[in-house]
Every structure is written in C-alpha cells, then in structure tokens.
C-alpha cells in the first residue's frame, strides 16, 4: 500500500511531466551537493527542471503518460531533467555541464516519443536551437532570390 508521501510525489511529477516533449535521465551519482545545486541552479535560470525521484516511483510517472521505453534505465540514482518550454534546452545544458564538470552522464532519453541513447543526446545537444535552423533553412530559399535580384539590378544600373 503506498504512503500518502509517495502517492502526493507521484501526483506532483505526473503533473510536472503533463505536456513535456523531452523528458532526459541522468546518473547524478557521484556528485557532491555543491555540484548538485549548481546544476539545479544552472537549470532554473533556462527554465529546466531538475527532480531526483526514486525510480520506481518515476517508473509509474513515466507509464502514467505512456513514457515506457526509460523502463530500463531507471536504475541507481537518476535524475530526471525536462524543460516544459523547450525539448532540447536539457540536453545542452546536461552536455555544457559534464564538460565542465565531467558529471551528470546522461543514461537516456524520450523526446516526442522517440527513444535517445547517450551517443544521440550528445549529437543532439550540439544541433543549435530550432530558431537558428529554421533561419539557415529560410536563408538557402531566399539566396537565389536575392542573387537574381543583385543581377538585375546591375543590369539597370549600366
């Protein structure tokens, strides 16, 4: 029979996880607590939540939403880092941070239903943002506008 204490934890991260894209594990063990807030410090300020949950607890969060291909990560201490804002800002600020740090490793990763292992999260935090993609994307459409439009324009001006 769960504890009132569970049920209120499992209540409050299945409502934080409502409406998330990405939802990233990280093995935090190992860090100190200095570290740990820093983190967590660092992650408030791009509007990134960290949660350290016991993983069964976590587990039934995820199925809740039908998150079920983290099953298998869910093992030692994890914690779990999702932005409601944007799905890719956790996994740049998780790499940023190891790098500088050399701790949290991320084990894991769902983001909009696909699975991510460590190998495509690190890929994945070195993408730059979607605003930035969608620029270059519009700038290849526009060049060969503008180019016509410089060669007419140096036509009229002869």
Same mark, same amino acid.
């Given at each position: 029979?769960?504890?009132? @204490?569970?049920?209120?934890?499992? @209540? !409050?991260?299945?409502?934080?996880?409502?409406? &998330?894209?990405?939802?990233?594990?990280? !093995?935090?063990?190992?860090? *100190?607590?200095?570290?740990?807030?820093?983190? #967590?410090?660092?992650? #408030? =300020?791009?509007?990134? @939540? &960290?949660?350290?949950?016991?993983? %069964?607890?976590?587990? #039934?969060?995820?199925?809740?939403?039908?998150?079920?291909?983290?099953?298998?990560?869910?093992?030692?201490? %994890?914690?779990?880092?999702?932005?409601?804002?944007?799905?890719?800002?956790?996994?740049?600020?998780?790499?940023?941070?190891?790098?500088?740090?050399?701790?949290?490793?991320?084990?894991? /990763?769902?983001? =909009?239903?696909?699975?991510?292992?460590? /190998?495509?999260?690190? $890929?994945?935090? *070195?993408?730059?943002?979607? =605003?930035?993609?969608?620029? @270059?994307?519009? /700038?290849?459409?526009?060049?060969? $506008?503008?180019?016509?439009? /410089?060669?007419?324009?140096?036509?009229? #001006?002869?």
């Amino acid at each position: 029979m769960p504890t009132p @204490q569970k049920e209120a934890i499992l @209540q !409050d991260t299945s409502t934080r996880l409502e409406g &998330v894209k990405g939802v990233f594990l990280a !093995d935090l063990s190992g860090m *100190t607590v200095e570290k740990v807030t820093l983190l #967590r410090k660092k992650c #408030r =300020e791009h509007k990134v @939540q &960290v949660k350290v949950v016991k993983n %069964t607890l976590l587990k #039934r969060a995820f199925n809740s939403h039908g998150i079920t291909a983290l099953d298998e990560y869910l093992v030692g201490p %994890t914690g779990v880092v999702f932005s409601p804002e944007n799905e890719v800002a956790p996994a740049k600020l998780l790499a940023e941070f190891a790098k500088e740090h050399e701790k949290p490793r991320i084990k894991a /990763a769902v983001v =909009e239903g696909k699975l991510f292992d460590e /190998a495509a999260i690190k $890929m994945l935090a *070195t993408l730059p943002s979607r =605003e930035a993609l969608l620029g @270059q994307v519009l /700038a290849t459409f526009i060049a060969p $506008m503008t180019t016509i439009l /410089a060669a007419i324009d140096a036509t009229l #001006r002869l």
